[in-house]
């Protein structure tokens, strides 16, 4: 099936450049691996039960987010154990240290990829207890 993708040209040339350095010859292929490890990690996520501790990283560009962001995290304030925060220059990087129900670290974690300021959101659930 084909398909077309809006994508910043910034982001397309440093994917195929990584692209040549696998010495990929199709970039659908390399496309193809970066969906699956996308469905592969959402699975897991949908996939946890019970109370979970999990680190939830982000970036972000501060001077756009960064109030919506505070707000998010009071919401889940019941979940959120520690945080940690480092600038980058415009951007900033973020890890929270959870602990608790799996379905509000998966809620903290759509939450936070709903800001355009935000570029990504990274979930690892590090023990699950049942």
């Known amino acids: ?19 040549e350095e696998q010495g990929l010859e199709s970039r659908s292929r390399a496309v193809r691996e970066a969906m699956q490890e996308y469905i592969e990690a959402h699975s897991r ?32 304030q019941d979940t959120i154990l520690n945080t940690s925060h480092t600038h980058q220059g415009e951007w900033c990087l973020e890890s929270l240290f959870c602990r608790g129900p799996a379905d509000r670290v998966r809620a903290l974690t759509y939450d936070l990829r709903d800001f355009d300021g935000v570029n990504r959101v990274k979930t690892m659930v590090i023990q699950q207890r049942s």
């Open 1 to 19: 099936m084909r398909t077309s993708f809006n994508i910043p040209d910034d982001l397309l040339a440093e994917f195929d450049h990584v692209c």
């Open 45 to 76: 996520l949908e996939a946890a039960t019970g109370d979970v501790v999990a680190l939830v990283g982000f970036d972000y560009r501060h001077d756009e987010v960064i109030h919506d962001l505070h707000s998010v995290q009071h919401d889940y």
